[in-house]
């Protein structure tokens, strides 16, 4: 018994009785629920058998607990312990952690009666019952009712109960697991307030972080598998929009913790990478040190719970892709792996042969082994546990340690054969004929004996050797003799005859031998990876199965420093082989994670851009365009786009046409309720609203104008109304509506959100681009905006249409868009003259040589289009020519300027 605590307990009982119950809540973030609820029984009866003095705040303290520890408790039951058992009278905050209780089974009927109760007590109502009557209404599924009372709460107690009746709203849809309500009522907690900084406003989200925390604990307790894997994009977006007020770091620890001690490891994992985002919160915290203590723990408690191989490294993959080889999560799992107490040595090794890769991919760490080797009980098992490490790569046993081989392994097989031979020398030969029939060579045994030897001569003498030294060192000639006496002519290895060896067999497609090559011999020192890495991969992902091309993989990862990488769109690539032939979305997520930790720097840049979009739209054509395509297909692909996009694989520009693909494919394959849906998951999760252009398409083409006046709303609550706009005016002009394009240019749009809607337009229609709708579109964006008069948004309009033409050829297209531009005052440079040019003659040539008289094959006579084609080529041409005399009279009075300046500079001297 602690005297001196039960003393200070009976001199200040209100302070310190609430202080310890409290500590059995939340707070002990490190113990399960069980343990804290057992914690908090045994604590409360030694308060009631000491017969300390109670007051209510200790009552409320322990209801707190109970309600943090998620125990089922009776309401009545426990105002009836207060007031009678106990005798205290209940104040608000008791009522209000009883109803807290009743709203967490959804029982309005008790609720009321319980604030009947209240009312009795002479207790007035405050703003927590509001909020509980709102969660029990949308628990309920009665989102109108809800709905309405936190509108009516906020203008009853004003707009500071917001968070209060949000929260609850929220989590009450993560409790009934209902995705598109919890997204809704997130939108609607949405507010915008400054940066922490910069003055810049950003959008967060109006409620406290505990409530935000409590909802991720909800998704992940609620999810399929527990670990609240598919719950992790929206969590994400979460935490990214979350207030951070004081005290955040340290919530965020315990909630870290809280997940880990319940098993629920992937939502662990995505808490952990908020660290990379809370610097300001850090200014007097120690990260390193903090990520250290908590990735042990992690470690720990995975192996002690003895989490699946293959869970570990979808974890692992997570930490390392989102810290780097900063924080050496594998190197802490294995270290827990290997030092558990309560784990056999084959069910270590089953965990060693799974994470190694991870960890030793060249295999130079064999030390790893010896744990293993320890903890084996008897010479048998560590012979086999060798012959296990052989198989996985460790072979050359001799650079273990040797004072711990001495101990462990050659001191027991000398004392064991010893005893049936007559010398050591004999012993010494069976010892290694034992050693060869578990798979070691003999050579690695004479480095053994070698270094056994050296110990033996060593002055330290506290180890002992159970052979004798003289009889080693004959053994040691003798094999020596036999091993290396006859120096074997080794065949030369010539790496230029070698790597053309792997170019022929490339050539030849010959997939086979290439693998073989590679699986003998490696890469050749002087390999160009740049060059051979696309076609390597494009014969493995055509020809070879999954154990063969993951095979190259680790050989690529492991050439990295040779220049090997592979870039963004080859891992593409790879996740759209292993999509087609896997047919698991989510198993592919997992996989991205492990290509990004082999390949950190295949990263996406402006460099590889066109690659990665056309990699991009195949990877997604093989996850949507499928026999049974589903939703829930559909939001897994999104899932995996998001995956790109946060491991840097792929980036999202503002003209972007991802989301256009996928609505494509919804509205052709489902309904135009799922594209809506589609659509609108983008613009939430992505802020990607450029599918509205086929949306609004679709909704013309079928008259829908219900349908289009809905898109158009819903757009402008994520987007600028003059985006919007723009972006509709575009739409209006391709469908060839130019009345209703007008009344929308006539609003004044600004040219840039004309500018960014006409390179919109021009990407969506990339594969058929419309030259038509590019002139129709200019003439009104010069007619209607200030695009005239804004130089660089007319360069922007010069590159994407002529970008446009030559990808088509339309040298007709370019000419009149030229002559356009002319007549508002908006040149062409020198260059762009040139590109023109070539465009028209191109043009020219094939019209005067196929089609139109004297010379055409078609012999059809020049129509007047035709004839105003002529007449703007010959202006054209007169422009041209007068830019080259610039251009020549320009570089005339420099080189005058700099014969001027040589001359003076002579006279001077």
């Not at 200040?12 to 057992?38: A, E, F, H, K, Q």
Request: with cysteine; aromatic share 10%.
């Amino acid at each position: 018994i602690d005297h001196e605590m039960i003393s200070v307990l009976r001199r200040s009982p209100s302070r310190y009785i609430p202080l310890l119950i409290s500590m059995c809540g939340c707070s002990m973030s490190d113990v399960p629920n069980d343990g804290r609820i057992l914690i908090l029984n045994r604590l409360w009866n030694a308060i009631l058998e000491n017969e300390f003095p109670l007051d209510i705040n200790s009552f409320n303290c322990r209801l707190s607990a109970f309600i943090e520890n998620e125990y089922e408790f009776d309401a009545w039951e426990m105002l009836n312990e207060a007031e009678v058992k106990l005798n205290l009278s209940a104040d608000i905050e008791t009522f209000n952690r009883l109803i807290e209780r009743l709203s967490l089974d959804g029982n309005i009927g008790a609720i009321r009666a319980m604030i009947y109760e209240m009312g009795k007590h002479g207790v007035m109502l405050d703003c927590f019952v509001d909020s509980a009557l709102v969660y029990c209404f949308a628990l309920r599924g009665n989102y109108e009712k809800a709905d309405a009372l936190v509108k009516q709460s906020a203008e009853k107690y004003g707009v500071e109960i917001l968070p209060l009746v949000y929260s609850a709203n929220i989590r009450a849809a993560a409790t009934r697991r209902d995705r598109d309500r919890l997204a809704k009522v997130l939108r609607t907690a949405i507010i915008l307030r400054p940066a922490m900084r910069t003055t810049k406003e950003r959008y967060a989200l109006n409620i406290p972080y505990e409530s935000v925390f409590e909802t991720i604990w909800i998704l992940s307790k609620s999810s399929i598998d527990g670990d609240g894997r598919e719950h992790e994009t929206i969590c994400t977006q979460m935490l990214e929009h979350t207030i951070r007020r004081s005290g955040f770091f340290k919530y965020l620890y315990r909630e870290v913790e809280r997940h880990i001690c319940h098993k629920r490891y992937y939502s662990a994992a995505m808490l952990l990478e908020e660290v990379k985002r809370v610097r300001d919160c850090l200014a007097n915290q120690n990260r390193t040190l903090f990520l250290k203590q908590l990735m042990a723990r992690f470690g720990n408690e995975m192996v002690v719970n003895e989490v699946s191989a293959s869970k570990m490294k979808e974890v692992a993959n997570r930490i390392t892709t989102a810290f780097g080889q900063s924080v050496r999560f594998t190197d802490m799992l294995l270290y827990s792996t290997l030092t558990c107490r309560h784990m056999s040595a084959e069910k270590k090794f089953d965990y060693l042969s799974e994470l190694i890769d991870m960890v030793d991919r060249r295999r130079e760490r064999i030390h790893l082994i010896l744990p293993l080797l320890a903890c084996c009980e008897s010479l048998a098992d560590r012979l086999k546990m060798i012959f296990r490490c052989s198989s996985i790569g460790y072979k050359d046993i001799s650079e273990i340690e040797i004072r711990m081989l001495s101990r462990l392994l050659l001191n027991p097989m000398f004392e064991l054969y010893g005893k049936k031979l007559r010398s050591d020398g004999a012993t010494l030969d069976r010892i290694s004929k034992v050693l060869k029939s578990y798979s070691i060579a003999p050579e690695v045994i004479w480095r053994i004996v070698m270094n056994w030897w050296k110990l033996k001569r060593s002055s330290d003498i506290g180890y002992y050797v159970a052979a004798d030294g003289l009889a080693m060192e004959r053994w040691l000639k003798v094999q020596y003799e036999a091993l290396f006496g006859q120096k074997k002519q080794a065949s030369h290895y010539d790496s230029e005859v070698s790597l053309q060896k792997l170019l022929e067999f490339i050539d030849k497609q010959d997939a086979e031998k290439v693998h073989l090559f590679l699986k003998l011999h490696g890469f050749p020192e002087d390999t160009d990876f740049v060059q051979i890495v696309p076609r390597l991969l494009e014969l493995y992902l055509e020809n070879q199965d999954w154990p063969s091309l993951k095979s190259l993989l680790h050989m690529l990862s492991l050439s990295n420093r040779r220049g090997a990488s592979l870039e963004n769109h080859h891992l593409m690539q790879i996740l759209q082989r292993h999509v087609a032939d896997y047919g698991n979305i989510p198993s592919s997520v997992e996989f991205a994670y492990e290509l990004r930790r082999l390949f950190p720097g295949a990263i996406f840049h402006k460099g590889n851009f066109y690659n990665s979009v056309i990699c991009a739209r195949n990877l997604f054509a093989a996850c949507l365009e499928v026999e049974d395509l589903h939703v829930e297909r559909i939001a897994q692909s999104m899932d995996l786009l998001r995956t790109l996009i946060k491991l840097d694989l792929f980036e999202l520009q503002r003209e972007e046409t991802i989301s256009d693909f996928f609505v494509r494919v919804v509205l052709s394959r489902l309904n135009w309720n799922e594209a809506l849906n589609t659509w609108m998951k983008f613009q939430s999760s992505l802020d990607c609203s450029n599918a509205m252009v086929r949306l609004l398409k679709y909704a013309y083409r079928g008259k829908n104008h219900i349908g289009v006046q809905f898109v158009l709303h819903k757009a402008k609550t994520f987007m600028l109304e003059s985006r919007v706009n723009a972006i509709h005016a575009a739409t209006l002009v391709s469908l060839r509506r130019f009345e209703d394009a007008e009344q929308l240019f006539k609003q004044r749009l600004p040219s840039f959100e004309a500018t960014c809607a006409f390179r919109l337009m021009n990407a969506l229609n990339f594969r058929k681009p419309d030259g038509e709708f590019n002139i129709n579109f200019s003439r009104m964006c010069l007619k209607y905006t200030d695009l005239a008069n804004s130089d660089s948004n007319c360069e922007a309009f010069h590159s994407e249409w002529l970008k446009t033409c030559e990808s088509q050829r339309l040298g007709e297209v370019a000419l009149q868009l030229y002559a356009l531009f002319k007549q508002y005052g908006q040149s062409l440079n020198p260059e762009q003259l040139q590109r023109v040019q070539l465009l028209v003659d191109q043009y020219d040539t094939f019209s005067r040589k196929w089609i139109y008289l004297p010379d055409g094959l078609l012999n059809v006579e020049k129509t007047e289009q035709f004839k105003e084609f002529e007449r703007q080529k010959a202006e054209l041409d007169k422009d041209v020519e007068q830019s080259q005399k610039r251009q020549l009279i320009v570089v005339q009075d420099e080189k005058a300027k700099e014969m001027t300046g040589i001359t003076m500079t002579q006279g001077a001297l």
